[in-house]
């Protein structure tokens, strides 16, 4: 079968094969490990944990030999971002701060997806301690975006980020597994102001932000902790359905955690999906200053679509969303000030080789070890916490973020779900994007994510289509706290609608 005839396999699939003995976890392991190290160019993977991968993967075939397969993720390889702690299997948060910090437990997500089966394959890229939208700023290096990407060239588009080593390893892997191709891996991420869904939007796979609280953080190492959120990327909307009914639910070691039961979702076939008289809001705000003509062009031609197909389609009005890069900055710089703390050469990580005072002890550790955007948002933050700052501009930004909030709640008694672009524009190339290396800049690329996590509202990148440039362009849908079947479920329509390409085909040239 040549790599154009792929076939587009989920989960299910996967496990039907498994279940009939078609197919053995062993294999596609296998050949999922093998598509690492064909892939290693695009710099997905920081750690790779064959020997555990390959014992999970054997306990799996003999639970499915004898009848007792855990779960439809039994067997199944997922990558994990590499700041979710991962038992005596290195965490380095793409910083020389961890570089050699193997934690004493798994994080909840990764605990829980080993219960329901899943094979844990490795640690993926991100921007140091998930500061940024590019995974360009890690220690290991950039990770590039596998769409446009050419052997011979030094540059290459970026793969978005944070999690931008999740969305490559989820983009990249399509592996041979006996007979069958198979999609090799589904990833997780973590998402504080876009970082699951703007790396799913350049790398044109789907990227799920859930309700803040829904998923455990225990185990995350937290960024800014009233916004981050673990997040899911796959292929197709009802591989993170799956990865999300294993994920979800209460967890007492997560204080902020909902204590409500999560009721399992289950979407129709998309072909017995409808979507007529569903209300769906356009925000006219985020149609703003730096979105591309090609991504306003795409919005409106998928919006019209929705509406030749019966929902309601309307615009509406958020106006406080202007203000969301800067009162996200505020607030992000204050808590990651609070956060970093812990870092102090003594009790975790780097320990600098300067012992003449603890003070000195700190500050070479934290000097040596952090990069330039850490020790910004650090050296920020205090500013903003500082007793005489603290009212202008931390108060003021939770007073802003109150308004974002307002504006969210307002809108659902006009529309059940809204449509936004993801990211303003297509991949941008690496030599432009660090070019401009000024943090506006940066800011920007999370333009229409940041809302949602301030309102902690659940929000799913769906990639549309390809740019006149082979790149690809994606929309965002939002909904109200807990809305994730409705969310999921348009998710699951649209990709229908649209059937963008299910792999990339990055025949070197
Ligand atoms: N983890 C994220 O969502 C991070 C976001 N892009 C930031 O730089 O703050």
């Known amino acids: 079968m040549g790599m154009d005839k792929v076939l587009h396999t989920n989960i299910k699939i996967v496990n039907k094969l498994f279940l009939d003995g078609a197919l053995t976890p062993s294999d596609l392991i296998g050949a999922s490990l093998k598509k690492v190290i064909e892939t290693k160019q695009f710099n997905a993977f920081i750690t790779v944990s064959k020997n555990e991968a390959e014992k999970q993967a054997e306990a799996s075939l003999q639970r499915f030999k004898s009848k007792q397969s855990k779960s439809d993720l039994d067997g199944v390889p997922i990558a994990v971002k590499d700041n979710f702690c991962t038992k005596d299997i290195k965490t380095t948060c793409a910083s020389k701060m961890l570089e050699n910090f193997s934690p004493p437990y ?24 998930a500061m940024g939208s ?37 983009a990249s892997g399509v592996c041979f597994g006996k007979k069958y191709w198979f999609n090799s891996f589904r990833a997780i991420g973590s998402d504080t102001g876009g970082s699951t869904r703007n790396p799913a939007s350049y790398c044109g796979v789907v990227g799920l932000k859930p309700t803040y609280g829904l998923v455990s953080r225990h185990g995350l190492i937290p960024l800014v902790n009233s916004m981050d959120v673990p997040g899911i990327l796959a292929r197709n909307v009802d591989d993170v359905v799956s990865i999300l009914n294993a994920v979800a639910g209460h967890d007492k070691q997560d204080s902020t955690c909902l204590t409500k039961p999560f009721k399992k979702i289950r979407l129709p076939p998309a072909n017995k999906m409808g979507i007529k008289g ?16 090609e991504v306003l062009d795409m919005w409106d031609e998928i919006a019209q679509t929705l509406q030749n197909e019966g929902a309601i389609v309307k615009e509406v009005s958020m106006p406080h969303t202007q203000y969301s890069i800067v009162c996200y900055s505020v607030l992000n710089q204050c808590e990651v000030a609070s956060n970093m703390a812990r870092y102090d050469g003594i009790e975790y990580g780097y320990r600098a080789d300067d012992d003449h005072s603890t003070e000195k002890l700190y500050a070479v550790s934290r000097r040596t070890a952090f990069n330039d955007i850490v020790k910004n948002r650090i050296l920020t933050g205090n500013y903003f916490l500082l007793g005489r700052n603290y009212e202008k501009y931390f108060n003021q930004a939770l007073k802003v973020r109150r308004l974002i909030m307002n504006d969210f709640d307002n809108v659902w008694e006009d529309a059940q779900l809204l449509l936004t672009p993801t990211t303003l524009t297509e ?13 506006d800049q940066c800011a920007f690329q999370d333009f229409c994510t940041q809302p949602a996590n301030m309102a902690g509202i659940p929000a799913v990148s769906v990639p549309i289509k390809l740019s ?42």
């Not at 605990?111 to 890229?125: E, I, M, P, S, Y």
């Not at 290096?141 to 931008?164: E, L, M, Q, R, Y």
């Not at 569903?278 to 003509?293: A, F, Q, R, T, V």
């Not at 807990?482 to 990055?506: G, R, T, W």
Request: some cysteine.
């Open 278 to 293: 569903l209300k769906i809001g356009i925000p006219i705000e985020y149609n703003c200053e730096y979105l591309s003509d």
């Open 106 to 129: 798994n994080a909840t997500v990764c605990q829980r997806l080993l219960d329901a089966g899943a094979v844990l394959v490795g640690k993926t890229n991100l921007d140091q301690f």
């Open 427 to 439: 991949a941008p190339l690496y030599s432009d994007f660090i070019q401009k290396t000024n943090r």
């Open 468 to 509: 006149k440039n082979g790149l690809p362009l994606s929309l965002q849908i939002m909904g109200r706290n807990l809305s994730e079947p409705m969310l999921l479920a348009l998710a699951k329509y649209i990709e229908h609608l649209v059937q963008f390409p299910q792999y990339v085909n990055f025949k070197q040239k």
């Open 134 to 170: 590019g995974t360009v700023d890690s220690i290991y290096g950039p990770t590039k975006n596998v769409w446009k990407c050419k052997a011979d060239s030094n540059d290459f588009h970026i793969a978005g980020g944070s999690s931008g080593g999740s969305a490559v390893a989820v």
